[in-house]
T-cell receptor, first 116, second 115 residues
């Protein structure tokens, strides 16, 4: 049973370009979370999605960032017009349907975004 | 809002030494508590968890007890190994309020174990 998949593992963009990060949750999981890890910091929640729905986007920057989790295919985190401050590791986590507060989230290996 | 505070690192220990990494939290409702570990270049892996007061989570020789009275969840191991070198994150999750189960992480504590 494959774990959470993220691609690309490393992404380099120049300022002003767009970055698209993909996350395929574990088989059978319908909840996806995105977290950002800035250098020397802990992970910060960005957004929580279920299939075709954004449930909680309280951690998303108001501009340039968007996320989706379509009925078919991976979840996408999209960053438009990237700036150097967007350089970070972006982690996706998934959990099963009906998962509760005590349930584990399963993390992917992350995408390390570098903005030149 | 919810928050987690961990002791600052890095923590450097010799092999077989005793480890404690302190973690305290603030949260509404009835949070679940977690310790995750991140090895270099990898994602996070769940190390252990506790879902109610006085529960003890344990795994791979690591332990942590949910102390509601002191709002703490300190991580301990009696004898560390070089392979335990990693970054350790304490986290809380509270789905009983309007929270959606998202994890709130501490800043992480880097552990380095020397032979």
């Amino acid at each position: 049973n494959a774990g959470v998949m993220q691609n690309p593992r490393h992404l380099v963009r120049r300022r002003g370009q767009e970055a698209r990060l993909r996350c395929s949750p574990m088989k059978g999981h319908s909840h996806v979370y995105w977290y950002r890890q800035l250098p020397e910091e802990g992970l910060k929640f960005m957004v929580y999605l279920q299939k075709e729905n954004i449930i909680d986007e309280s951690g998303m920057p108001k501009e340039r960032f968007s996320a989706e989790f379509p009925k078919e295919g991976p979840s996408i985190l999209r960053i438009q017009q990237v700036v150097r401050g967007d350089s970070a590791a972006y982690f996706c986590a998934s959990s099963p349907p009906n998962s509760g507060r005590g349930d584990e989230q399963f993390f992917g290996p992350g995408t390390r975004l570098t903005v030149l | 809002g919810d928050s987690v505070t961990q002791m600052e690192g890095p923590v450097t220990l010799s092999e077989e030494a005793f480890l404690t990494i302190n973690c305290t939290y603030t949260a509404t409702g009835y949070p679940s508590l977690f310790w995750y570990v991140q090895y270099p270049g990898e994602g996070l892996q769940l190390l252990l968890k506790a879902t109610k007061a006085d529960d003890k989570g344990s795994n791979k020789g690591f332990e942590a007890t949910y102390r509601k009275e002191t709002t703490s969840f300190h991580l301990e191991k009696g004898s560390v190994q070089v392979s335990d070198s990693a970054v350790y994150f304490c986290a809380v999750s509270d789905r009983d309020s309007s929270n959606t189960g998202k994890l709130i992480f501490g800043q992480g504590t880097t552990l380095q174990v020397k032979p």
